[in-house]
């Protein structure tokens, strides 16, 4: 597609800004990565518009006020984007202009890879394969460096709006840096650096062993093609990263599968993925919630888990893991709560990997393990974090214990001060899980 003349637009949708999901910390990165964008547009002599309101009815408006014959943008599979996307596209229609979506968020849509073609994506495998064999017919081109044609116009100044009047809760969070500038620089490092021992290191989040890429990833400013591709250069110009770097790739590919996953049905993000445990007796229990989600249930690594994403909008994988099982397993709160609470709070919340991430730990999803898989927090304090480093960041009232006794500080003479007593014990809290599942693997009883 060929133009003289071009527009970029971001516009702050009003039902976006409505939602739980908008008002902190992820409203703060997006919020900078905005203003990045207007600041490297504008060294480049052209203007970022930027609208705030319903998108069905402004950028229509917009194409109209420019008199533009064509408006372009990149797909998202979630379903209010959808019919968003498509309402704008009819409007831009009925007034004569069109309206052409691009992929971008992904390497490989649901329709590109298709592991079983006529049933549900549902598995990790062979989903894995499938999406190997269709990159060795395919593979994803460069990027194209983009450059404005010659004899550009101006358009008009837009202001961008702050964050109070987006409606955004100034908190204290400390997040990652926004912008394409940051992202670029931190994948540079992570390849250089940590991705070489990502394998063994990317379960202990004392470390800074993982990329800190996916608030970047989730909003674009990296392209998920460029990951893939400078990994795999990252590689070939020193192999012994290949053990670290391969694992990265593979993580990647994780994020593919839930974004197909959601991309072949949207309304999978909210839904069981296995519909019988649409017969789940999950518990109401505020208490355990307000525990729980407050970083208060005295197991001191979800603690520590659940403080960090308070204070920084991001949380390590395998502390999401060990919360989300103690969540649905220990308390046996329905997952979509946590969901929406990791929605609320996280930079990087994306309904495709939260949900999937949260239906892998809740056992009502993708996973394909035959025995129920209830994480013990005190085992996995010990194993992820053996020295209580990362504990001792996020625990304060912890600090002054030592590696044999921060996984359990229940077990001292003394209770270390302000620090409560575990809110369920382990073993017995297990077997009402195991009780719980087997009741749907059972399946209905007779009348
Ligand atoms: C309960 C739960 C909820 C989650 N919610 C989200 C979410 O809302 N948004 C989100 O981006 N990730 C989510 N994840 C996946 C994962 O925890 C994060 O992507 C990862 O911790 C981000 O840190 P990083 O960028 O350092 O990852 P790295 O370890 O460096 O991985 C590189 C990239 O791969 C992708 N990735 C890594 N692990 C996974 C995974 N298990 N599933 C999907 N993609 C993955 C991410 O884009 C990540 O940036 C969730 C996982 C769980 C268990």
């Known amino acids: 597609m060929r133009a003289s003349r071009l527009a970029t637009v971001f516009v702050f ?16 990165f997006v919020h ?11 060294r480049r002599g052209h203007e970022l518009l930027v609208l705030r309101g319903d998108p069905r009815v402004v ?9 533009v014959q064509v408006v372009t943008w990149n797909r998202d599979p979630g379903a209010y984007a959808r019919r968003r996307d498509a309402a704008v596209a009819a409007a831009l229609d009925s007034s004569g202009r069109r309206g052409v979506s691009f992929k971008d968020h992904v390497v490989f849509e649901a329709s590109e890879v298709a592991p079983c073609q006529d049933r549900p994506i549902a598995v990790y495998s062979p ?9 060795a017919q395919a593979p994803p081109r460069a990027p194209r460096v983009w450059s404005l044609p010659p004899g550009f116009e101006a358009w ?13 809760t100034i908190d204290g969070a400390t997040i990652e840096t926004p912008g394409e500038a940051a992202a670029q620089q931190r994948l540079t490092c992570f390849l250089e650096n940590a991705g070489a021992s990502y394998r063994e290191n990317r379960d202990r989040p004392a470390l800074d062993a993982t990329s800190r890429l996916s608030a970047a990833i989730r909003f674009g400013t990296i392209p998920i093609r460029e990951c893939f591709r400078r990994a795999a250069e990252a590689i070939e110009d020193d192999p ?18 839930y974004q197909a996953i959601l991309d072949e049905d949207p309304t999978r993000a909210w839904r069981n993925h296995r519909p019988e445990f649409d017969a789940m007796e999950w518990e109401e229990d505020d208490e355990g919630f307000d525990r729980w989600s407050t ?88 194993r992820f974090d053996p020295e209580g480093d990362y504990i001792r ?32 014990e382990h073993e017995p809290a297990r077997r009402r899980a195991l009780e719980r599942h087997a009741r749907i693997a059972r399946g209905p009883s007779d009348p």
């Open 240 to 257: 012994r990263r290949r053990a670290g770097l391969e694992k990265w790739i593979d993580e990647l590919i994780w994020r593919e599968f």
């Open 295 to 382: 970083g208060r249930t005295g197991y001191p690594f979800v603690d520590a888990g659940i403080r960090e994403l308070r204070a920084t909008g991001h949380m390590h994988n395998r502390l999401r893991m060990v919360v989300a099982s103690f969540l649905t397993k220990h308390l046996l709160i329905d997952w979509r709560r946590g969901a929406r609470f990791f929605m609320e709070w996280l930079v990087d919340g994306d309904p495709a990997s939260n949900s999937g991430g949260w239906q892998w730990a809740a056992s009502t999803g993708t996973d394909a393990q035959e025995v129920l898989r209830v994480f013990n927090p005190i085992l996995q304090s010990k």
């Open 59 to 67: 950028v229509p408006e917009l194409a109209r006020s420019l008199d």
């Open 127 to 135: 989903y894995r394969k499938a999406w190997w064999r269709r990159h």
């Open 13 to 28: 949708d009003d039902v976006l800004l409505e939602g739980p999901g908008m008002r902190g910390p992820r409203l703060r």
């Open 156 to 168: 008009p100044e837009t202001a961008l709006p702050t964050l109070p009047l987006l409606g955004a």
């Open 32 to 42: 900078g990565c905005v203003t990045s964008l207007r600041d490297a547009l504008s």
């Open 393 to 424: 960041r996020w625990v304060p009232e912890l600090a002054g214990l030592d590696a044999q006794a921060i996984h359990e500080p229940w077990t001292l003479p003394l209770v270390a001060a302000g620090h409560p007593a575990p809110l369920v």
